[in-house]
């Protein structure tokens, strides 16, 4: 596919700005299998000739040198020509796949670049396989779009750093490779799964009846009743019709319908540092990542609480648009160290309006997150803890589980 | 918002790619290339047969049917079984050399029968490579460097096809490894360009090749010569030792068996009609020799002698001081053999001084007959040279002392004797034996003798000397030839019998005489006291020995062709250290030539071009503004040739693009629509009155289901026909690939 300059959207219409690599040519050059196999035939061969004395044997090994030579020298070419771009995603999902794409430009007038093998330097652990693609030819003066497919195993930022481009051309002789220093960073949101279970909503709205004025926040409001008018109110409230009707100044009363709101408490601490462990925190992580969705998704006011130091926390808002901030959160989460939750949920200023529904989500019951509960339980109308790895938490929640 | 891309469907196992198709063509041709060296010297078409037959057919198979092949293990087991049975049965029969190559070829054939990966096709090449390699170690023909160049083409474009193959393959299979998607590969590099990197590939590697053949050190001979056989190669005529034991035809061969440049006191000889007695071995001694069934046949031997070892040069100095008087003309004789079969070497009598790379720094010496022989074995082509006396010019040789000849072994009352007297007492008394040697050659040589190679009707429980003279009177050279050395034997002359070359035929374009196998000739050498010398007679008669070249083209053809194959010997399969002193000594006058501006043209031209760039004449600041001036001017230039490069391929791109769109608006048309409905008809589906064409795909697809492509055809038809453009080249190539599909 060849397109004639960067582009600056992915396909799936994600921003991504290319870079131009700086380069620098490491020297990196090795042999391949097949170049040791072919130098010890050829070796052979030299040896052969020299004990034997046989001229075409001399002139075999000279065309096995020469093919050697002729190796090195166009082997190397490609790579100090091309230019190299990356368009990455700005995030991605956790067991998911998702297409890294680079730009390899060719700014020759003649010569084509042959079979350069792209490869990102990267935490093996925190992918799956290896992110690399594979451009067969870049014609003069042309670009070449290739895609890497990548999965990601955990988490949290992934920063995109070194490029190692590599060629064996054109005999699979030599590995010569170089490597394009371009910074990036990608987010890398949890896993997410589905709710097996309603998200409970409190009966009862809670609303603070008051006079409409400016104050008055984007919540929608809904007309409650008259009173009558006191000093100070608003006259452009006074219910002329009613007013006239009964003879005394009447204003209309307003109630203030709040959504109902999800508030996830997630307490990122693990129990040890044990495989298992980690995995039942990225299992909150998950969860907490789903009912955000499913929150906002349901039209709920999702708020969210992370018992780090600092504190995290995100008011109750509602919209799609603010899927985005939420998974970025839940992304970056970490534990904090020796901090004792209970006393975070303690020293948290928690408005009265975020009165809803509380989902506390942990990975270890213990005291700390039972004084969490009691905490919020105070705070909010209804709470409800999962502990992962519970059946109970098994059966709210089903986790697609790619999480490392 | 999040980039998702669904996983690509995997390629069908049993759809091979395009370039597997083209890859498995070309090695299937490249191991057929590489066999054929030794397919050649082996003379076993079979082999080459069997191997091209599993070569082609797998590529047909597999590669371009898709079949799976046979099982790995059978394929494993088969190749053990085989190559273990072969292997050995050759290692006891054959040349070991030759067994692996046996082994080799059983396995590159199994190889193509089984199913195969990138890998695969990576271990057929270097298979192929093993075979060249063989190949170079037992043929030095031609056909070998004509090989060796398709192969270094063919061999590196299928290297390159391979690579990218193998790359696409690796990535590949690291991403279905992982679980990853694959999306589309970016498509190949265009097959012209593929050919134009292989092109520049095989120069640059010609040329580095040939660089380092020429300047590697050479040792002179090998370090395992007398451990390595000999291997029998070419077909020659000569065979050192005569008997008479076989009454058969002997059928005449034109292969060349050597090539003889010839001058005379530095002057070439460049004369057709000049005849050369290339001398081999010598025999005095007819002996009579009783076989296991109680007959007798008669054999040639020389007189036991012990060989004397002498150094190559000593031998020039014995011989010159042996000389009476100043030698009158020295014939020096240069011969490219290609394979010697036997240890005597060929020279005009009498041999003055040899010397040669791959002789040694000795060899064997007779001197009773200056016979030479090499020491062990000599592998492959042999080139030496031989500066030899003319024999009638300059014959004041002192004659080593002579032992009194036994007589030949013949029935005392044999008609021979008779024969001979008659003869002798013919001439004026006395008789001198130079007389009496031309008489009898002047006997045998006139009628009713006859030459012929037919001795099926020889009768072989008589003397051949009797059953020539006066029965048959007719016979080859070798009859002949043994004839007139017993007479003169019997009349008291010392007489010995020869075998070698006569003649051979001038090539004009190469200079040289090309001796073939119907040269090979044997003759007589008599003692003539009065002239010190050894004499040549050669008693056979006129015979149907062809000297003539064929004027017409195929004989110019020939001589064309037998001179390439002159020249790869000369330069290439001959090249030694005497050649890289040559060489080094022309680069070297070249140098001082350069460095002398008065002494040749190309001095005077360095001087030149020195003068003008270094601004000789001018004084400090104008040399460095004419410096700067010239630098100016070479950066212009290059940028105006660097300009004009980029115009002229540019140019020749447009060209290209114009040439291919005239070319797909050809490809355009329907006409493949027509192809497919013929070819579906032969397969028994014929379209319908009321068929539409899309109804008619159908019906072929639910009857054939992996007739898919009949679907794709027919949408391409539509397009093609009722379409608003007209089909652009990715759709023209699609149209083929799937055409061919269909087979």
């Known amino acids: 596919m060849k397109v004639s300059h960067p582009k600056t959207n992915t396909a799936d219409g994600q921003h991504a700005t290319p870079v131009r690599a700086r380069r620098r040519m490491m020297g990196d050059f090795s042999f391949t299998g097949n170049g040791a196999m072919f ?13 034997q004395q046989i001229n075409l044997l001399f002139l075999l090994f000279g065309m096995c040198m020469g093919s050697l030579l002729v190796s090195g020298m166009l082997s190397g070419k490609p790579l100090r020509r091309v230019r190299i771009a990356r368009l990455v995603p700005e995030a991605a999902v956790v ?10 430009s060719n700014p020759s007038r003649l010569k084509r670049a042959y079979s350069i093998h792209l490869r990102e330097r990267l935490d093996a652990e925190k992918i799956r396989g290896d992110c690399e693609a594979f451009a067969p030819c870049v014609a003069p003066q042309q670009s070449l779009e290739v895609a890497a497919p990548l999965v990601c195993l955990r988490r949290g930022r992934l920063p995109l750093s070194e490029i190692i481009l590599s060629t064996r051309f054109p005999f699979g002789l030599f590995r010569k490779s170089a490597t394009a220093t371009i910074q990036n960073e990608m987010i890398i949101y949890p896993a997410t799964g589905r709710l097996k279970i309603p998200i409970r909503q409190p009966r009862g709205l809670t609303g603070a009846i008051s006079t409409r004025d400016l104050r008055a926040g984007p919540e929608a409001e809904e007309f409650h009743g008259l009173r009558d008018y006191a000093r100070g109110d608003n006259p452009r409230w006074i219910h002329w019709r009613r ?3 009964i003879g005394r100044l009447l204003v209309r009363e307003m109630r203030r319908v709040q959504r109902p709101q999800l508030v ?24 907490a990542a789903t009912f955000c969705l499913a929150g906002l998704e349901r039209g709920l006011a999702v708020g969210l609480v992370g018992l780090t130091a600092p504190p995290l926390v995100i008011p109750p808002v509602a919209g799609l648009e603010h899927r985005a901030k939420f998974l970025r959160e839940l992304a970056l989460i970490e534990p904090a160290e020796q901090v004792d939750p209970g006393e975070i949920a303690a020293q948290m200023h928690w408005p009265p309006a975020w009165a809803g529904h509380c989902v506390v989500l942990t990975s270890t019951e213990d005291q700390a997150i039972q004084r969490v509960s009691r905490i919020f339980a105070a705070r909010c109308r209804s709470l409800e803890s999962l502990v992962a790895g519970t059946p109970r938490f098994m059966q709210a929640i089903a986790l697609e589980d790619d999480a490392g | 918002m999040i980039s998702q891309a669904a996983p690509a469907p995997a390629p069908h196992p049993a759809q091979p790619a395009a370039g597997m198709q083209r890859l498995g063509l070309l090695l299937a041709f490249l191991l057929t290339i590489a066999e054929l060296p030794l397919a050649y010297i082996e003379g076993s078409v079979l082999r080459i047969a ?82 060249l390699v063989i190949g170079g170690v037992v043929n030095e023909t031609l056909a070998y460097a004509v090989c060796l160049s398709v192969f270094l083409t063919i061999g590196l474009y299928a290297v390159i096809v391979l690579h990218f193959e193998r790359e696409i393959e690796r990535v590949q299979q690291r991403r279905r490894q992982a679980g990853l998607p694959e999306p589309s590969m970016p498509p190949m590099p265009p097959l012209p360009s593929v050919r134009r990197v292989t092109a520049l590939a095989a120069l640059g590697t010609f040329f580095v090749g040939a660089v380092l053949f020429l300047v590697f050190p050479r040792l002179g001979s090998g370090l395992f010569d007398a451990a390595m056989p000999v291997l029998a190669a070419s077909v020659t005529g000569y065979a050192p030792n005569t008997s008479f034991d076989q009454a058969q035809r002997i059928s005449e061969s034109d292969a060349a068996v050597m090539r003889v440049v010839l001058s005379m006191d530095g002057e070439p000889i460049n004369d057709p009609d000049f005849v050369g007695y290339f001398r081999g071995n010598t025999a005095d001694l007819y002996l009579a020799t009783p076989r296991a069934d109680g007959r007798v046949f008669y054999q040639w031997e020389r007189t036991k002698e012990r060989p004397a070892a002498v150094e190559l040069s000593a031998l020039l100095e014995s011989h010159l001081a042996s000389v009476k008087e100043p030698i ?6 240069h011969y490219w053999i290609e394979d010697l079969r036997q240890r005597y070497l060929f020279a005009i009598y009498p041999p003055m001084n040899i010397r040669g790379a791959k002789i ?32 009638y010019s300059a014959t004041n040789l002192r004659l080593p002392a002579r032992r009194k000849q036994p007589e030949p072994q013949l029935a005392p009352d044999s008609p021979v004797r008779k024969l001979v ?12 034996p130079e007389s009496i040697a031309s008489a009898i050659e002047k006997y045998l040589s006139s009628r009713p003798f006859t030459y012929t190679l037919d001795n099926s009707d020889v009768n072989l429980n008589r003397e051949p000397v009797e059953e020539l003279l006066f029965r048959r009177r007719r016979g080859h050279c070798e009859y002949f030839a043994t004839a007139m050395t017993v007479m003169c034997q019997l009349a008291g002359l010392d007489a010995r019998f020869v075998t070698g070359y006569r003649g051979g035929v001038y090539n004009a374009i190469g200079g040289y005489y090309q001796v073939r196998q119907r040269d090979a000739h044997a003759w007589v050498e008599v003692l003539i006291p009065s002239r010190e010398c050894w004499v040549v007679f050669d008693p056979s008669p006129a015979s149907a020995q062809n000297r003539a070249v064929a004027a017409d083209w195929l004989g110019v053809l020939r001589q064309y062709v037998d001179n390439l194959e002159f020249q790869w010997l000369n330069f290439v399969v001959a090249y030694s250290t005497q050649n890289q002193g040559k060489l080094k000594e022309r680069v070297d006058s070249w140098i001082s030539a350069a460095n002398n501006p008065a002494g040749s043209g190309f001095g005077r031209l360095w001087a030149m071009f020195r003068s003008f760039a270094l601004g000789e004449g001018l004084n400090f600041p104008l040399r460095i503004r004419y410096w700067a001036l010239l630098i100016a001017l070479v950066g212009l230039s290059i940028l105006w040739l660097r300009l004009t490069t980029v115009l002229v391929v540019r140019g020749s791109r447009e060209l290209r693009e114009v040439w291919r769109a005239r070319r797909t608006a050809r490809v355009n048309r329907v006409e493949f629509y027509e192809r497919l409905l013929r070819r579906l008809a032969r397969e028994g589906f014929t379209r319908r009155a009321h068929q539409t064409p899309w109804e008619f795909a159908q019906d072929v697809i639910r009857a054939r289901p992996q007739w898919s492509a009949v679907g794709q055809l027919t949408r391409l038809y539509y397009e093609a026909r009722f379409g608003a453009g007209e089909l652009n080249s990715g759709q023209t190539a699609l149209i083929r690939r799937l055409v061919d599909s269909l087979g």
């Open chain 1, 39 to 51: 130098v010890v035939v050829a070796a052979l061969i030299g040896v052969a000739a020299m004990a």
């Open chain 1, 95 to 104: 067991g998911r796949p998702f297409e890294i794409r680079y730009i390899l």
């Open chain 1, 243 to 245: 007013s006239v009707r």
């Open chain 1, 264 to 287: 996830l408490i997630v307490d990122p601490r693990v129990a040890s540092t044990r495989p298992e462990d980690i995995h039942r925190r990225e299992q909150v992580i998950s969860a």
């Open chain 2, 50 to 131: 069997v191997l091209a037959i599993c070569a082609f057919g797998g590529w047909w198979w597999i590669d371009r049917r898709g079949r799976q092949g046979f099982s790995s293990r059978i394929g494993t087991a088969g190749v053990l079984l085989a190559a273990g049975i072969y292997f050995v049965h050759e290692w006891i029969h054959s040349h070991p050399v030759l067994a692996i190559s046996h082994f080799i070829v059983v396995m590159a054939a199994l190889k193509f029968v089984q199913p195969r990966a990138a890998r695969d096709y990576g271990q057929l090449i270097v298979l192929a490579l093993l075979l």
């Open chain 2, 328 to 333: 009158a003309h020295v014939i020096a004789q």
């Open chain 2, 360 to 391: 040694g720094h000795y060899l064997d010496h007779y001197p009773s007959d200056d016979t030479l022989s090499v020491r062990g074995g000599v592998g492959g082509t042999l080139d030496y040279v031989v500066e030899s006396a003319t024999p």
């Open chain 2, 421 to 432: 007297e008659r003869i002798v007492g013919g001439l004026p008394k006395p008789a001198e």
